[in-house]
T-cell receptor, first 111, second 115 residues
Protein backbone atom coordinates (compact mmCIF):
# COMPACT_ATOMS: atom_id res chain seq x y z
CA UNK A 1 0.00 0.00 0.00
CA UNK A 2 0.90 3.66 -0.10
CA UNK A 3 3.37 4.87 2.49
CA UNK A 4 5.66 7.73 3.41
CA UNK A 5 9.10 7.56 4.99
CA UNK A 6 10.74 10.66 6.39
CA UNK A 7 14.07 11.18 8.05
CA UNK A 8 14.22 10.55 11.73
CA UNK A 9 14.77 13.40 14.10
CA UNK A 10 15.31 15.24 16.09
CA UNK A 11 17.07 17.83 13.97
CA UNK A 12 18.80 20.69 15.76
CA UNK A 13 20.07 23.69 13.82
CA UNK A 14 21.37 27.13 14.55
CA UNK A 15 19.42 30.14 13.35
CA UNK A 16 20.02 30.97 9.68
CA UNK A 17 21.23 27.44 8.88
CA UNK A 18 20.02 25.55 5.82
CA UNK A 19 17.33 22.94 6.42
CA UNK A 20 16.60 19.72 4.58
CA UNK A 21 14.12 17.13 5.80
CA UNK A 22 14.01 14.09 3.55
CA UNK A 23 10.77 12.43 2.53
CA UNK A 24 10.33 9.49 0.17
CA UNK A 25 7.13 7.76 -0.76
CA UNK A 26 5.80 4.48 -2.08
CA UNK A 27 2.73 4.62 -4.28
CA UNK A 28 1.39 3.43 -7.59
CA UNK A 29 0.61 6.15 -10.08
CA UNK A 30 0.77 9.81 -9.13
CA UNK A 31 -0.14 10.69 -5.56
CA UNK A 32 -0.55 14.20 -4.18
CA UNK A 33 2.16 15.14 -1.69
CA UNK A 34 1.98 17.41 1.34
CA UNK A 35 4.06 18.87 4.12
CA UNK A 36 2.29 19.72 7.37
CA UNK A 37 3.74 21.52 10.39
CA UNK A 38 2.68 21.03 13.99
CA UNK A 39 3.63 23.64 16.57
CA UNK A 40 3.66 22.62 20.25
CA UNK A 41 0.19 21.96 21.59
CA UNK A 42 -1.51 22.66 18.27
CA UNK A 43 -3.01 20.77 15.37
CA UNK A 44 -1.39 20.29 11.99
CA UNK A 45 -1.22 23.16 9.54
CA UNK A 46 -0.76 22.66 5.84
CA UNK A 47 2.62 24.09 4.88
CA UNK A 48 2.75 23.28 1.17
CA UNK A 49 1.64 20.72 -1.35
CA UNK A 50 2.29 19.45 -4.88
CA UNK A 51 -0.13 17.47 -6.98
CA UNK A 52 1.93 16.37 -9.99
CA UNK A 53 5.46 15.45 -10.91
CA UNK A 54 7.98 18.34 -11.05
CA UNK A 55 5.61 20.67 -9.22
CA UNK A 56 7.25 22.82 -6.56
CA UNK A 57 5.27 23.74 -3.48
CA UNK A 58 6.41 26.77 -1.52
CA UNK A 59 5.28 28.76 1.50
CA UNK A 60 6.92 30.92 4.19
CA UNK A 61 10.38 30.30 2.70
CA UNK A 62 9.92 26.51 2.64
CA UNK A 63 10.05 24.60 -0.65
CA UNK A 64 9.61 21.02 -1.78
CA UNK A 65 9.75 19.59 -5.31
CA UNK A 66 7.78 16.50 -6.37
CA UNK A 67 10.37 14.17 -7.88
CA UNK A 68 8.81 11.19 -9.58
CA UNK A 69 12.14 9.67 -10.63
CA UNK A 70 13.39 9.49 -7.04
CA UNK A 71 9.92 9.23 -5.40
CA UNK A 72 10.89 12.08 -3.11
CA UNK A 73 9.45 15.32 -1.73
CA UNK A 74 12.23 16.76 0.40
CA UNK A 75 11.49 19.88 2.43
CA UNK A 76 14.06 22.72 2.29
CA UNK A 77 14.50 26.17 3.72
CA UNK A 78 17.49 28.38 3.11
CA UNK A 79 17.63 30.13 6.48
CA UNK A 80 15.69 28.80 9.46
CA UNK A 81 14.42 30.89 12.35
CA UNK A 82 13.74 30.00 15.97
CA UNK A 83 10.02 30.28 15.18
CA UNK A 84 10.37 27.37 12.72
CA UNK A 85 10.86 24.97 15.64
CA UNK A 86 8.07 22.42 15.27
CA UNK A 87 7.35 18.90 14.08
CA UNK A 88 7.12 18.46 10.31
CA UNK A 89 5.04 15.73 8.67
CA UNK A 90 5.24 14.52 5.11
CA UNK A 91 1.99 13.02 3.78
CA UNK A 92 0.45 11.65 0.63
CA UNK A 93 -2.96 10.87 -0.71
CA UNK A 94 -4.05 9.18 -3.89
CA UNK A 95 -7.48 8.63 -5.37
CA UNK A 96 -9.83 7.08 -2.87
CA UNK A 97 -7.07 6.07 -0.48
CA UNK A 98 -6.79 7.76 2.88
CA UNK A 99 -4.06 10.26 3.68
CA UNK A 100 -0.86 8.59 4.90
CA UNK A 101 1.52 10.46 7.17
CA UNK A 102 5.18 9.98 7.95
CA UNK A 103 6.24 9.65 11.57
CA UNK A 104 7.23 13.30 11.79
CA UNK A 105 10.57 15.08 12.20
CA UNK A 106 11.10 17.34 15.16
CA UNK A 107 13.09 20.47 14.34
CA UNK A 108 14.67 22.66 17.01
CA UNK A 109 16.29 25.92 15.95
CA UNK A 110 18.63 27.54 18.47
CA UNK A 111 19.41 31.26 18.49
CA UNK B 1 -14.07 32.51 9.63
CA UNK B 2 -13.44 30.22 12.55
CA UNK B 3 -11.24 27.23 11.96
CA UNK B 4 -11.91 23.65 12.93
CA UNK B 5 -13.01 23.49 16.56
CA UNK B 6 -12.48 20.55 18.85
CA UNK B 7 -13.55 20.08 22.42
CA UNK B 8 -12.57 19.31 24.97
CA UNK B 9 -8.88 20.06 24.48
CA UNK B 10 -7.95 17.71 27.29
CA UNK B 11 -9.98 14.77 28.57
CA UNK B 12 -9.14 12.46 31.43
CA UNK B 13 -11.02 9.20 31.87
CA UNK B 14 -10.63 6.13 34.05
CA UNK B 15 -10.48 2.70 32.50
CA UNK B 16 -13.94 1.48 31.55
CA UNK B 17 -15.49 4.93 31.15
CA UNK B 18 -16.70 6.47 27.91
CA UNK B 19 -14.97 9.28 26.04
CA UNK B 20 -16.80 11.64 23.69
CA UNK B 21 -14.78 13.90 21.45
CA UNK B 22 -16.43 16.67 19.45
CA UNK B 23 -15.42 18.33 16.22
CA UNK B 24 -17.04 21.29 14.47
CA UNK B 25 -15.74 21.65 10.92
CA UNK B 26 -14.92 24.92 9.25
CA UNK B 27 -17.90 26.84 7.97
CA UNK B 28 -18.98 25.47 4.62
CA UNK B 29 -17.11 22.18 5.03
CA UNK B 30 -19.13 18.99 4.91
CA UNK B 31 -16.32 16.45 5.09
CA UNK B 32 -14.76 15.41 8.39
CA UNK B 33 -11.81 13.14 9.09
CA UNK B 34 -10.61 11.75 12.41
CA UNK B 35 -6.99 10.80 13.13
CA UNK B 36 -5.18 9.41 16.13
CA UNK B 37 -1.64 10.39 17.07
CA UNK B 38 0.28 8.29 19.54
CA UNK B 39 3.25 9.91 21.31
CA UNK B 40 6.18 10.51 18.96
CA UNK B 41 4.31 9.03 16.01
CA UNK B 42 2.58 10.34 12.93
CA UNK B 43 -1.14 10.56 12.48
CA UNK B 44 -3.10 7.44 11.69
CA UNK B 45 -6.36 7.76 9.79
CA UNK B 46 -9.44 6.48 11.58
CA UNK B 47 -12.61 7.51 9.78
CA UNK B 48 -13.95 9.82 7.06
CA UNK B 49 -17.50 11.13 7.29
CA UNK B 50 -19.89 13.34 5.44
CA UNK B 51 -23.13 14.61 6.88
CA UNK B 52 -25.08 11.56 8.06
CA UNK B 53 -22.77 9.17 6.21
CA UNK B 54 -19.64 7.21 6.99
CA UNK B 55 -17.55 7.21 3.82
CA UNK B 56 -14.51 5.26 4.97
CA UNK B 57 -13.97 3.68 8.38
CA UNK B 58 -11.11 1.41 7.42
CA UNK B 59 -8.90 2.85 10.15
CA UNK B 60 -11.36 2.46 13.01
CA UNK B 61 -10.81 -0.29 15.57
CA UNK B 62 -13.56 -2.87 15.20
CA UNK B 63 -14.73 -2.60 18.80
CA UNK B 64 -15.50 0.22 21.21
CA UNK B 65 -14.99 3.03 18.67
CA UNK B 66 -17.74 4.75 16.73
CA UNK B 67 -18.17 8.04 14.90
CA UNK B 68 -21.06 10.09 13.62
CA UNK B 69 -21.63 13.36 11.82
CA UNK B 70 -25.30 14.26 12.17
CA UNK B 71 -27.23 16.64 9.98
CA UNK B 72 -27.08 19.23 12.74
CA UNK B 73 -24.27 19.66 15.21
CA UNK B 74 -20.69 18.53 15.49
CA UNK B 75 -19.09 15.26 14.55
CA UNK B 76 -18.63 12.94 17.53
CA UNK B 77 -15.95 10.31 18.06
CA UNK B 78 -17.05 7.96 20.80
CA UNK B 79 -14.83 5.52 22.63
CA UNK B 80 -16.57 3.10 24.95
CA UNK B 81 -14.90 1.31 27.86
CA UNK B 82 -11.62 3.13 27.40
CA UNK B 83 -8.32 1.37 28.08
CA UNK B 84 -4.88 2.83 28.73
CA UNK B 85 -3.85 2.18 25.14
CA UNK B 86 -6.49 4.67 23.98
CA UNK B 87 -4.43 7.50 25.47
CA UNK B 88 -3.45 9.65 22.51
CA UNK B 89 -4.15 12.92 20.74
CA UNK B 90 -7.19 12.76 18.50
CA UNK B 91 -7.31 15.22 15.65
CA UNK B 92 -10.21 16.16 13.47
CA UNK B 93 -9.85 17.72 10.03
CA UNK B 94 -12.38 19.07 7.58
CA UNK B 95 -12.43 19.80 3.89
CA UNK B 96 -14.74 21.54 1.50
CA UNK B 97 -14.54 19.28 -1.51
CA UNK B 98 -14.91 15.62 -2.11
CA UNK B 99 -12.24 12.99 -1.95
CA UNK B 100 -8.86 12.83 -0.38
CA UNK B 101 -7.05 15.35 -2.57
CA UNK B 102 -8.89 18.38 -1.23
CA UNK B 103 -6.94 20.28 1.40
CA UNK B 104 -7.70 19.23 4.95
CA UNK B 105 -7.73 21.77 7.76
CA UNK B 106 -6.95 20.43 11.19
CA UNK B 107 -8.32 21.28 14.60
CA UNK B 108 -6.13 21.69 17.70
CA UNK B 109 -6.82 18.15 18.86
CA UNK B 110 -8.19 16.49 21.98
CA UNK B 111 -5.62 14.90 24.25
CA UNK B 112 -7.15 11.87 25.93
CA UNK B 113 -5.52 10.44 29.01
CA UNK B 114 -6.81 7.17 30.41
CA UNK B 115 -5.87 6.52 34.01
Amino acid sequence: GNSVTQMEGPVTLSEEAFLTINCTYTATGYPSLFWYVQYPGEGLQLLLKATKADDKGSNKGFEATYRKETTSFHLEKGSVQVSDSAVYFCALTQGDNDMRFGAGTRLTVKP
Amino acid sequence: NAGVMQNPRHLVRRRGQEARLRCSPMKGHSHVYWYRQLPEEGLKFMVYLQKENIIDESGMPKERFSAEFPKEGPSILRIQQVVRGDSAAYFCASSHGTGWTDTQYFGPGTRLTVL
